[in-house]
């Protein structure tokens, strides 16, 4: 790093930043930013944005989709950019610029802590995750990368700031094989965890996987260590699919009890 925060011309990549927003209103928002970059028969990009007003429960998103890679040339760095939307990255410092359906989002971060680079337990190898006959995929994170801006609702502008989740993943395997249950959560105590199980298409767990990080360092989690459950689902009035929207984590820390705010 900083170079391989730049896009790599491998199968499959994807940069993603998640966080809580708070206004000194006392407003909050949820939001999410993602970029994938597809490298198939053809290259294409999608960008899909988020933005939820967690006092109101409104939400605003947008997607887009290009062919190609929208990169503009970053010295040992990441600058995507189309139509109104941005994502710029260079080490510990980046910029996020993201238009939705009556809302926008504008945040510049900094990172004062070291990236996490995830490994499965009893590897040696920093950022390497093996998918077995789905591939590999190398993967590192910014669990609170401190960001300052506004979110702008129909016209209205309000100042931001918090901790954002900021995570890069690239690698040569195949998401069409794959599901997975993901999560990442900054604790109480200071300290963050990333969680996730892939399973195949007819179900069965091919992996589950973590790492914990604080400021010693990161530890990856064995996959004896971790147990997901979920206990409450939501079904989608639209595609009548169901979701599991509540979880139990179990660790050797405890139990950690997940539910979504809306």
């Known amino acids: 790093l900083p170079a391989d925060d730049a896009p790599h011309g491998s199968g499959m990549e994807w940069w993603y930043y998640n966080g809580i927003l708070d206004a000194k209103t006392g407003d909050r928002y949820a939001f999410h930013v993602v970029v994938f970059v597809a490298n198939g028969l053809v290259k294409h990009t999608v960008m899909h ?3 939820t007003d967690l006092r109101t429960g409104r939400r ?3 997607q887009t989709r290009t062919g190609g890679v929208p990169a503009k040339s970053a010295a040992n760095g990441l ?3 189309q139509d109104r939307w941005q994502l710029a990255a260079s080490g510990p410092s980046h910029l996020v610029r993201a238009s939705l359906d009556g809302a926008s989002i504008a945040l510049d971060l900094s990172d004062s802590h070291p990236p996490v680079a995830h490994r499965a337990a009893g590897s040696q190898t920093p950022g390497l995750l093996d998918f077995g006959q ?3 995929s190398y ?3 910014r669990p609170r990368i401190a960001a300052q801006g506004e979110v702008s609702i129909a016209g209205k502008a309000v100042q931001v700031s918090g901790d954002v989740w900021f995570d890069h993943q690239w690698g040569d395997f195949d998401v069409l094989s794959l599901g997975w249950n993901w999560f990442a959560l900054h604790l109480a105590d200071g300290s963050d965890l990333m969680l996730y ?3 195949d298409m007819a ?3 091919v992996m589950t996987a973590g790492t914990v990080s604080n400021a010693s360092g990161s530890v990856p989690l064995k996959p004896d260590d971790i147990e997901l459950v979920p206990v409450q689902r939501w079904s989608s009035p639209g595609t009548k699919i169901s979701y599991p929207v509540e979880w139990n984590i179990r660790l050797p820390s405890g139990v950690l009890n997940i539910k979504p705010f809306f």
């Open 134 to 136: 789905s591939g590999i």
């Open 197 to 199: 199980e892939l399973f």
């Open 49 to 51: 944005a988020a933005l």
């Open 203 to 205: 179900g069965r767990k």
């Open 79 to 81: 600058d995507l950019r």
């Open 139 to 141: 993967y590192y994170s």
């Open 60 to 62: 605003h998103s947008s």
